[in-house]
């Protein structure tokens, strides 16, 4: 006998903060009406918001959960490099169950994805990307989780990471492949970016590369990758993370964004200050799709992050100098819609055929929610409640 289709009816939520209404779910779908009986969850008028989509972090660098850990002064990547490899080693907890605590944590405040950048060098081999996918894979029920095989200690400075970064793709172990400042760090422009398209185009994988140079270098490298993904016909598969080179690009910007925009290439920002924040409506302007992320989380880099995308949103904003409703609103959005284009999924904007991931918080509107950063009372995925009050279900 088939099965019958499973319906919940979310009584009473006002999505997106409009006026109440019982939001009908069949099998992980918003839909017009309910087939055969269907289950009641009581949403007390709370606000409905799509849940969100964190496009770049680093889950296998935490400490999130760990005893303190006190950091030593670093200039520069490779001295940030060394001091992960040096956490790595000395950490007692294995990066798997470290990477799980963390993204478990990024449910409960209403995430539901991530694209997961984990070091591969041979310091590591592929251990880091290994942990974070029996991380997702036990979380698979609540959170989507692409990998990024993202060679951190560089190609031409850490010899034998190609072989890696080939294994990590072939294996399939990594979604896609990653690369990093290829000529202000690793100093071999042409080298890598060879080396990271030709793997993606080998194996049909997307390409996400870490880009902080800024200036004619970081425009030069951009205008490099603009080349090589027009050169395979990689647009919508191509991401520049950070893309301070854009943020900062002055009287250049117009012209490097309708570059980008006409290559399809996606760019991410974790709002660092109001100098390198990518501006999310001007790029749109340029058909430049824009994803937020977390980056590092309490690792060797940093004390600080949460991987609480609602908080990254507001931080956005204020980044953004952000005012007006229509502006609050927005960050937020970008961080739930244009994320998950981003990554490949759907925009779940609570209409019939959307899938059904939500989440639930008190207050009045949208714009509020991403001053005020209330709490999350309960987190939905495909109709079904992941987290209440902080914790998973």
Wanted: net charge negative; with cysteine; charged share 25%.
């Amino acid at each position: 006998m088939d099965e019958q289709p499973r319906t919940t009816v979310f009584r009473d939520l006002r999505p997106l903060g409009g006026d109440p209404v019982d939001l009908v779910v069949v099998d992980g779908t918003v839909a017009a009406e309910p087939v055969g009986e269907a289950a009641v969850v009581d949403c007390g008028g709370r606000i409905a918001l799509p849940t969100l989509v964190d496009a770049h972090i680093h889950p296998d660098k935490t400490t999130w959960g760990e005893p303190w850990h006190s950091r030593s002064p670093a200039r520069g990547i490779a001295e940030f490099g060394a001091q992960d490899a040096e956490l790595f080693r000395a950490s007692p907890t294995p990066v798997g169950v470290r990477a799980e605590r963390l993204m478990a944590h990024a449910v409960t405040r209403g995430t539901r994805a991530v694209r997961a950048h984990a070091d591969v060098a041979p310091v590591y081999g592929l251990e880091g990307l290994e942990g974070v996918r029996r991380a997702a894979r036990n979380l698979g029920h609540a959170l989507d989780v692409q990998t990024v095989a993202f060679p951190q200690h560089g190609v031409r400075r850490s010899p034998g990471t190609d072989g890696l970064l080939e294994e990590a793709v072939r294996t399939g172990l990594a979604d896609l492949v990653g690369g990093i400042d290829p000529e202000g760090f690793d100093g071999d422009p042409d080298g890598q970016l060879d080396l990271v398209f030709g793997i993606a185009d080998r194996h049909g994988v997307g390409v996400d590369i870490h880009l902080h140079d800024h200036g004619d270098l970081g425009v030069r490298t951009m205008d490099a990758v603009i080349e090589r993904t027009r050169a395979l016909d990689m647009g919508g598969s191509v991401t520049v993370s950070h893309a301070f080179c854009v943020a900062l690009a002055g009287e250049d910007f117009d012209r490097l964004a309708a570059r980008i925009g006409a290559a399809g290439i996606s760019l991410t920002t974790v709002a660092p200050d109001t100098a390198r924040v990518l501006p999310v409506a001007r790029l749109r302007e340029h058909g430049v799709l824009v994803g937020v992320g977390s980056d590092g989380v309490r690792d060797s880099w940093s004390p600080f992050g949460d991987a609480d995308m609602l908080h990254r949103a507001h931080m956005t904003a204020r980044a953004l100098r952000s005012r007006l409703d229509e502006e609050l609103s927005d960050a937020y959005l970008t961080a739930a819609h244009s994320g998950a284009e981003v990554v490949g999924l759907p925009a779940a904007d609570l209409a019939v055929g959307s899938p059904a991931d939500f989440l639930l918080v008190d207050g009045e509107c949208l714009p509020q929610v991403v001053v005020d950063l209330p709490p999350r009372r309960t987190v939905v995925r495909a109709g079904r409640v992941v987290a209440r009050d902080g914790r998973l279900v």
